[in-house]
């Protein structure tokens, strides 16, 4: 089960929007309503930010958002403030053995 | 507020047994509806799932790590342990306990804080 794929990096200036993409298959982000996305800030572990494509915890700003077509999945941060700038992974279910499968990992710099 | 906290050695020697549990207080493991976790992440890498227990024993294992992993619980003291043995320096990595909720999948809500293990002679 290979990783799924995120950009290495995106970045952009406080008050933007920014989007982040994970690109699976139809065996795991394409074939189910299962990706999330976790932050991590350097020296820390990660926290949940969206599950089930666009559900939200309680506690997380509704500055993210997330969404899914076909086999990619999105994270959106609007209104970017400096305390996004960290590490962003997405996960899916995969009905491969491996059940969950991470993303690459994608690093947000806040301009 | 549900707490997890990483324990054990930071060092282990090529070919041996990692061993590292995970206490968790805040909340009890008996309670059930929780599938209590471990991944790791390598040096500067992404995110690798391990496996997890649920209360009652049952587990399931990441294929690629099947042959060498074994977690454990001990709800008399709210702790789950991980065991990956024959290590190489390839499992040298920051080591998280975790809380997940499933629901069509794992969603790791709680995590600890993380523990570096290397492996190295």
């Known amino acids: 089960q290979s990783a799924l794929t995120q950009p290495a990096s995106v970045s952009g200036s406080p008050g933007q929007s920014i989007t982040i993409s994970c690109t699976g298959t139809?065996?795991?982000?394409?074939?189910?309503?299962?990706v999330s996305w976790y932050q991590q800030h350097p020296g820390k572990a990660p926290k949940l930010m969206i599950y089930?494509?666009?559900n939200r915890p309680s506690g997380v700003s509704n500055r993210f958002s997330g969404s899914k077509s076909g086999n990619t999945a999105s994270l959106t941060i609007s209104g970017l403030q400096a305390e996004d700038e960290a590490d962003y992974y997405c996960s899916s279910y995969t009905s491969s053995s491996t059940l969950e499968v991470f993303g690459t990992g994608t690093k947000v710099t806040v301009l | 507020q549900v707490q997890l906290q990483e324990s054990g050695p930071g060092l282990v020697k090529p070919s041996q047994t990692l061993s590292l549990t995970c206490t968790v207080s805040?909340?009890?493991?008996?309670?059930?509806?929780?599938?209590w976790s471990w991944i790791r992440q390598h040096p500067g890498k992404g995110l690798e799932w391990i496996g997890y227990i649920y209360y009652s024993g049952s587990t399931y294992y990441n294929p690629s790590l099947k042959s060498r992993v074994t977690i454990s619980v001990d709800t008399s003291k709210n702790q789950f342990s991980l065991k990956l043995s024959s290590v190489t320096a390839a499992d040298t990595a920051v080591y998280y306990c975790?809380?997940?909720?499933?629901?069509?999948?794992?969603?790791?809500?709680?995590w600890g804080q993380g523990t570096l293990v290397t492996v190295s002679s």
């Open positions: 139809s065996s795991d982000v394409g074939g189910y309503n299962y």
């Open positions: 975790a809380r997940a909720r499933y629901s069509g999948s794992l969603k790791f809500d709680y």
């Open positions: 805040g909340g009890s493991i008996s309670s059930g509806g929780y599938y």
């Open positions: 089930d494509v666009s």
